[in-house]
């Protein structure tokens, strides 16, 4: 009996060893001057060549619910998502062939470009505040989402993206993704911890909160 529990431990121990990385991009001091060194200009030029815009608009806003508003996030959030798609650690097939012939520092001229672009405003349009937002849920050791995500959903440090002016539809599916381990570049498993904890109607309140107001139209 002791030399199983010795065995399994050991398993256990190799697996831990073995594991790999949620993402291979590291903020040390040549990855944060790569993303400092991001041309607007060049990144504009790669927006369009690129397609970029065919889901994203040319200026970071999409017209499809299912794909995700980018414009006014933080540059070094936008390069890691991109290099965790190159590096495959985030293998969505669009994006990881959308982005498997670009060399690192096109990245980052792309993250600098959308990162300059227009945040859209967040709806709210939910009666009151979703309590996860400001207060989270200490019982199920879920943080509030302005702890991470700025206290008005504008984003935070490195990898924490803006949560306000996003589409729901894409907000919904992303955490599903999380919540099912199908995304799994989160670094120390912090989305996807949360996303388990949190129910369908959580997830959709926190999306209609966070979610884009409607584009006004142009008046003739």
């Known amino acids: 009996m002791k030399i199983i529990t010795t065995f399994s431990l050991l398993l256990c121990f190799s697996a831990m060893v073995f594991a790999e990385p949620s993402s291979l991009v590291a903020y040390d001091k040549e990855t944060r001057a790569l993303i400092r060194s991001g041309s607007v200009e060049n990144g504009k030029k790669l927006a369009s060549s690129a397609k970029c815009k065919r889901c994203h608009g040319m200026d970071g806003l999409s017209e499809d619910d299912d794909d995700p508003n980018i414009a006014g996030m933080s540059a070094t959030y936008i390069f890691k998502q991109l290099k965790d798609y190159k590096d495959e650690k985030r293998p969505e097939r669009s994006m990881v062939k959308a982005v498997r012939d670009l060399s690192d520092q096109d990245l980052s001229d792309l993250s600098a470009y959308y990162a300059t672009q227009e945040m859209l405003p967040a709806a709210h349009a939910t009666d009151t505040v979703p309590i996860l937002v400001h207060k989270g849920d200490p019982r199920r050791m879920v943080r509030a989402c302005n702890s991470c995500h700025g ?60 979610s884009a107001a409607p584009l006004e139209e142009d008046e003739d």
Do not use: C, H
């Open 151 to 210: 206290q008005n959903g504008e984003g935070g440090e490195y990898d924490m993206p803006a949560l306000n002016g996003q589409r729901p539809g894409y907000f919904v599916t992303a955490m599903e993704e999380f919540r099912e381990d199908d995304r799994s570049n989160d670094i120390y498993w912090r989305m996807r911890d949360i996303a388990k904890e949190l129910t369908d109607e959580e997830i959709e309140e926190l999306a209609s909160y966070y």
